[in-house]
Each structure stands twice: as C-alpha cells, then as structure tokens.
C-alpha cells in the first residue's frame, strides 16, 4: 500500500516523525529511524493498535511530502484466498471427471434412475424385521434425492468464496488506505498547520476551523 502526503515544506523528518512517534510507540512495534526515512516492523499487534493490520513498512520525508509504503500480510490473505479456492474447486472437478468418465457417469445415472423407481413399500421387510414390529419403509418425497451419492463437484462453491474474499480485499484495500492517510495527516496537522493542495493552512483555536494563511 503506497501513498503520499503533503506537508509543510519547513517540516524536517525529525518533526514529522516526532509527531507520527505514538503510532508506533505500541507494543510489539519496531522502528528505526536513518535521516528522513522511518522503518518499522509489528509482530503479533495487538487489536487495538491503530495500525494493527500493517506488518512493515517506510516512510520518508522530503520536499515537502511523506510517502509512505507499507505491507499487510491479511489483505495478501484476502488477495491470494480466490486463487487457492478456484484451484480447489477446479481440482475437484478435474478429479470426479477423471474417476467419472461419461460413459461411467451415464450408467451412474441409469442406475440411479432405476433405483429412483422403486417404491419403498413394494420392497419386502426383511422376516426379523416383521418378527420386531419394526416400522415399514416411508415412501420418499417427490424429487427428493437418494442420499449425498448424486451430488457431483462443481465450482458454485468455489466461485462463492473466491468472491467473499476478493470483496474483503477490495474493500479493506481502500479503508484502510483511506484510514492512516487521515491518521497521518491529522497527526501531521499538529497544532496548526499542514499543507494541503499545494497552499498553508491554519486553524482557528476558537472555532476548531482551517483559515487561509494570507502570508
């Protein structure tokens, strides 16, 4: 995940990082600072950590803008979890068409459709099962199948899942971009001024709103 931001051109990477300094202030957090650039690794972040769902990442300071690069090992979860879906549904599919040739699924099929004919108070009990007064056989349903032997492999499942994840990637994708980009820049903002499109503001400590700088 890459983005940049636009900061105060007088803002060192000293200052901006002091600033960014509690967000990696949390346990089991890392960081190591070399000039304008920022290294921090996270193992085993705890939940309540803002930036829990990052594992490593970069940020630099210069000119002006904090670019930032960072990895997530749960969103490559979510990005890789189709793939691994769709090769096990192919996979079972491949598997029932190999031990399940046209030829052996037709006759299958015909057996299974004879076997569908058959009332079950025309078969006869079993004697032990008279002498017992076991109850008779319950005649079946229309259109209700004969156990879990007629169902066949098919990707409906697979393409199920694969779509669950890819959602959660996309969507985690963008919120949590959205989410530390706001987190960095409001941190950045400190107690006056960030730069945003290119200009300075300031903000009113009375109102809580930004003013133009006329500087």
């Known amino acids: 995940m890459r983005g940049r931001l636009v900061i105060q051109p ?26 304008d650039t920022l290294v921090f690794t996270k193992k085993n972040a705890l939940p309540q950590d803002k930036m829990s769902v990052f ?20 969103l490559l979860a979510c990005f890789l979890a189709p793939l691994f879906f769709f090769a096990l549904g192919y996979t079972g599919v491949a598997v029932d068409k190999w031990r399940n040739p046209p030829e052996v699924a037709k006759a299958k099929a015909e057996a299974a459709k004879k076997r569908s004919l058959v009332k079950a108070e025309d078969v006869p009990m079993n004697p032990v099962d008279t002498l017992l007064h ?6 079946k349903k229309d259109g209700e199948e004969i156990g879990k032997r007629n169902r066949k492999p098919s990707m409906t499942t697979a393409y199920t ?8 990637w996309i969507a985690g994708r963008i919120l949590e971009h959205r989410l530390i980009h706001i987190r960095f820049r409001k941190r950045l903002a400190g107690d006056g001024a960030i730069a945003a499109n290119g200009s300075m503001h300031e903000v009113d400590l009375m109102t809580g709103k930004a003013v133009q700088n006329a500087r």
């Open 10 to 35: 007088n803002c060192s990477a000293v200052q901006a990082f002091d600033k960014l300094g509690d967000l990696f202030e949390e346990k089991n957090t890392t960081c190591r600072i070399d000039g």
């Open 55 to 74: 594992d490593s990442g970069t940020l630099q300071v210069g000119n002006g803008v904090l670019r930032y690069s960072m990895t997530s090992r749960a």
């Open 134 to 139: 076991a109850p008779k056989p319950e005649k």
């Open 161 to 168: 899942y694969m779509g669950i994840f890819f959602a959660l």
